[in-house]
């Protein structure tokens, strides 16, 4: 008990004594990202209102832990509309993609950062009888707070990679501590034994699956996907969608575009950086390569046919999907460990992506198993493989199909998230 003092200790100092950087990181952001200069507040723990009780905390960082998190929010709205729902983001993406999906069905703020004069102050307004934080955040001081106010705290839809495992068994006699008192609910059996070789307890350590297969995408939004991809093609041109693309991957997806263009005439690639302050570059980039070019912030629909279709908004990914006849999902060309590749799947589109995809190994295990992912070991591929389904319908065909029904045999994680949150739950009075 001590140590763990000790430790904690430590870690405020050090926290406290980065908090200039950690604003200045804000402010630097917020130049970038307007998003990002406002509520500032939030971040310091004033939350803007302040709750009577009854209340469920769910804690998503940003657009991807949110959309993953939508069916469990859903699903609590349905079972428990006597108590409150308040979700809190990190990011403005988050927040946006937050409003965009339930509006005011939730309240919502900005998550406090992890300061030791914020977090009590965020959860004196805030009063939750349950905390839930999706994938692995781990926050000492949350963690304390939580511990030290009877709050049962939740990790939902939790996972640990087998890098990030080496790194925190350098820290596991801090983290033991902290996961002493939370409750893992892990994506599979493989990160439920790395959470408990780390000290969270065996018997509150739990497998759930992933939450992100429980993906539901509103028919309406599948209708306007398609009425926007049979804007782009005409009815008879192909289009393909680079998604979530990062620095350095445009440059490949616009060579492999050239080359389809030669094979395919009037194939249109629809490319959506992920960081907006990205936008202005790839729009630039587009236009070195010589493409005619729409932007979505010019309108939905191009005016004339055009040969790159710029996604530069934001929580529009799922449309853009249903707009493609396939799909290369970014951050997999470099470095970044790649994207959800379960919204394409859920459309049935076949999948191309690049070689890192360490943020998504079992899903990307199950899809190549399975035969509805095609999985480059280098850029150079993309020309050719691209090709391949661009000249093969039947292929695409088959390889959404076999996508979609991945998906759907792994359904379920919600439900089972939920089952556990209702045993810590004060029971309805």
Request: aromatic share 6%; proline share 7%.
């Amino acid at each position: 008990m001590n140590t763990d003092r000790i430790l904690h200790g430590t870690y405020n100092t050090l926290i406290s004594g980065l908090s200039p950087l950690i604003f200045g990181r804000l402010l630097l952001k917020g130049l970038q990202s307007p998003g990002y200069k406002h509520r500032w507040s939030e971040r310091l723990g004033h939350a803007p209102f302040r709750s009577e009780g009854r209340t469920i905390w769910v804690h998503a960082v940003s657009v991807g832990e949110v959309q993953a998190a939508i069916p469990l929010l859903k699903q609590l709205r349905q079972r428990h509309p006597e108590r409150e729902i308040l979700v809190t983001t990190t990011t403005p993406t988050g927040s946006q993609q937050l409003r965009d999906q339930l509006g005011d069905s939730v309240r919502h703020c900005y998550a406090p950062y992890d300061f030791p004069f914020a977090v009590p102050r965020f959860l004196d307004a805030a009063r939750p009888d349950l905390a839930v934080i999706m994938e692995t955040e781990i926050w000492p001081n949350i963690f304390r707070e939580c511990s030290r106010r009877d709050i049962p705290l939740f990790l939902a839809n939790a996972r640990i990679s087998p890098s990030s495992f080496r790194r925190y068994r350098a820290i596991r006699g801090f983290l033991s501590g902290l996961l002493r008192e939370v409750t893992v609910l892990a994506q599979s059996r493989d990160d439920a034994d790395r959470f408990t070789a780390l000290g969270a307890p065996p018997e509150r350590t739990h497998v759930c699956g992933n939450i992100k297969f429980d993906i539901q995408l509103p028919r309406e939004l599948v209708d306007r996907g398609s009425q926007l991809g049979d804007r782009l093609s005409g009815g008879e041109r192909l289009v393909w969608i680079g998604a979530s693309t990062h620095q350095g991957e445009e440059e490949h997806l616009l060579r492999a575009h050239a080359a389809l263009a030669q094979r395919c005439p009037g194939a249109v690639l629809l490319l959506v950086p992920r960081h907006p302050e990205r936008f202005e570059h790839v729009a630039g980039l587009c236009r070195r390569h010589g493409f005619s070019l729409h932007r979505r912030s010019q309108g939905l629909f191009p005016d004339q046919p055009c040969s790159v279709y710029l996604g530069d908004s934001m929580g529009e990914l799922p449309l853009y999907y249903a707009a493609s006849d396939i799909a290369f999902v970014g951050g997999s060309l470099v470095q970044t460990g790649g994207h959800n590749l379960l919204e394409p799947a859920a459309l049935c589109r076949p999948i191309l992506t690049g070689p890192h995809v360490f943020n998504f190994t079992r899903i990307s295990e199950l899809l190549l198993q399975r035969r509805g992912l095609l999985q480059l070991s280098d850029p150079g591929q993309l020309d050719e493989s691209l090709c391949r389904l661009a000249l093969d319908p039947e292929l695409r065909a088959d390889m959404g199909s076999r996508a979609s029904e991945v998906v759907q045999e792994n359904q379920g994680a919600a439900q089972a998230i939920l089952a556990q949150l209702e045993t810590a739950l004060p029971p309805r009075s």
